[in-house]
C-alpha cells in the first residue's frame, strides 16, 4: 500500500506532529506547552503559503 | 578577566554534576527505544501519549509513503546524515530493519516526502529523549 500525499498534506501532517513535541519538550508549563505548539504550527504553516506565493510570483 | 566572578560562577555550575541514578540511566534508553516511554515511565502520561503518537505516526507515514531506510554507511555525507537520523526513532528503526522495510527505489515525489518524515521522526525522539532525560533528573517537572 503505498500513501500519495500532496505536497500542502504532507507539510500539514508533518507541522502537526513537529509542533506536538515541540510544544512539549521546548517548555515546562502545561499552557506555556500548548502556546508554543500553536506557535510553531503558525509559522510552519505560515512559511509554506508564504513560500507557495513566493514560488507562484516567481514563476509568473 | 579568567579569574571575573562571572567565569567563577560558569566553572562553578559547571562543576556541579547531577547524580547517576537508576532513571537517569534508564529513562533515555526506554525513551529512545520506544518513543514516549521515556516520559510515560516516568508518569507524565499525557505528554507521553502525545509524542509516542506524534512520532509514531510520523515514521509510519514515512513508510507508507514509501520512504527510503538508510542503513550503517560511509558514503555520502547526506546518506550518514539520514542514517544517523533513522536511528533516532529507536526500536521503530530495528523493526523496520528487521522486517526489510523502505528499501524500495525512490519513484515518486511523495516517496521522496516519506524519506524525510522517517528522519525527522527520529531526530524529534532525540528530542523527546533529552526531554525524557531532564525530567528524570530533576531539571524539568
Known amino acids: 500500500m503505498t500513501l500519495e500525499l500532496s505536497h500542502f498534506s504532507a507539510a500539514l501532517l508533518f507541522s502537526i506532529f513537529a509542533s506536538v513535541v515541540f510544544g512539549i519538550t521546548q517548555r515546562s508549563a502545561t499552557r506555556d506547552m500548548v502556546r508554543y505548539g500553536l506557535y510553531c504550527f503558525a509559522l510552519f504553516l505560515g512559511g509554506v503559503l508564504l513560500a507557495g506565493w513566493v514560488m507562484w510570483l516567481l514563476r509568473h | ?141
Open chain 2, 1 to 141: 578577566m579568567a579569574n571575573s566572578p562571572a567565569t567563577k560562577n560558569v566553572a562553578a555550575r559547571a562543576e556541579v554534576s547531577q547524580p547517576i541514578t537508576n532513571m537517569s540511566v534508564i529513562v533515555p534508553a526506554v525513551a529512545w527505544l520506544i518513543p514516549g516511554a521515556g516520559h510515560l515511565i516516568q508518569k507524565r502520561w499525557i505528554r507521553g501519549v502525545l509524542l509516542m503518537v506524534s512520532i509514531v505516526t510520523m515514521f509510519v507515514l514515512g513508510l507508507l509513503m514509501d520512504g527510503r531506510v538508510y542503513r550503517l554507511n560511509g558514503g555520502d555525507i547526506l546518506d550518514i546524515l539520514g542514517f544517523i537520523g533513522d536511528v533516532g526513532a529507536g526500536g521503530l528503526y530495528i523493526v523496520t530493519r528487521a522486517m526489510d522495510l523502505g528499501q524500495g527505489a525512490i519513484a515518486h515525489a511523495t516517496a521522496d516526502y516519506g524519506t524525510k518524515f522517517l528522519i525527522v521522526a527520529g531526530l524529534l525522539n532525540f528530542i523527546s529523549v533529552a526531554d525524557a532525560y531532564h525530567i528524570a533528573i530533576g531539571k524539568k517537572p
